[in-house]
């Protein structure tokens, strides 16, 4: 069946390491997206990318960076220069604009 | 900057009422708007997909609208059951395919 899988699903992090969160779609889609989910504020968009090896960043990006070297990975990386890292992180994916989105099943990150 | 609310935040209800939760957007420049389901600790699931030409769209029990003029999308839900409940999330399309979400409604549907 055709999705979305994050990977893992839960992972902890230590002060000042960099953790890197995988995301991986065999849905054919040219777009892919990467959020970030706060109790209590929504989701906000970290970095999309709309075809392979270009990416965008979105409201949040600082301290997070991406790459997009194959259609089927957009893989995040969550630095130490992230300040406040705890959260609920989602990737999607979307055929191209005007189309609807499909959403993994999230990776829940937390500092310890 | 287009900026989604929705309302209520909450909402408890008996089972088998129907309900309308709701969903107002500020920027009325827009391709699509996109109603998900999300239970706790999941991702988000899609129900239903409006495109800007639309004025609603209709999955068995479910039914959303769209008023781009008016900057609003109801999604109905009939014949409300237990499993109904889960947060749903309204998100519209705007500006290089980027989806602005609002920030949920709780949805509880009581036995």
């Known amino acids: 069946d055709g999705g979305i899988t994050q990977s893992p699903k839960y992972l902890f992090r230590k002060e000042g390491q960099n953790v890197t969160l995988s995301c991986e779609q065999n849905l054919n889609h040219d777009a892919m997206y990467w959020y970030r989910q706060d109790p209590g504020q929504g989701l906000r968009l970290i970095y999309y990318?709309?075809?392979?090896?270009?990416?965008q960043k979105g409201d949040i990006a600082e301290g997070y960076s991406v790459s997009r070297e194959k259609k089927e990975s957009f893989p995040l990386t969550v630095t130490s220069a992230q300040k406040n890292p705890t959260a609920f992180y989602l990737c999607?994916?979307?055929?191209?604009?005007?189309?609807?989105?499909?959403f993994g099943s999230g990776t829940r990150l937390t500092v310890v | 900057k287009q900026e989604v609310t929705q309302i209520p935040a909450a909402l408890s209800v008996p089972e088998g009422e129907n309900l309308v939760l709701n969903c107002s957007f500020t920027?009325?420049?827009?391709?699509?708007l996109q109603w998900f389901r999300q239970d706790p600790g999941k991702g988000l699931t899609s129900l239903l997909l409006i495109q800007s030409s639309q004025r609603e769209q209709t999955s068995g029990r479910l039914n959303a609208s769209l008023d781009k003029s008016s900057g609003r999308s109801t999604l109905y839900i009939a014949a409300s059951q237990p499993g109904d409940s889960a947060t749903y999330l309204c998100?519209?399309?705007?500006?290089?395919?980027?989806?602005?979400f609002g920030q949920g409604t709780r949805l509880t549907i009581n036995p």
């Open positions: 920027d009325s420049a827009i391709y699509n």
């Open positions: 990318s709309q075809i392979v090896n270009d990416f």
């Open positions: 998100a519209v399309g705007s500006g290089a395919q980027k989806l602005v």
């Open positions: 999607a994916s979307s055929p191209r604009q005007g189309e609807g989105y499909t």
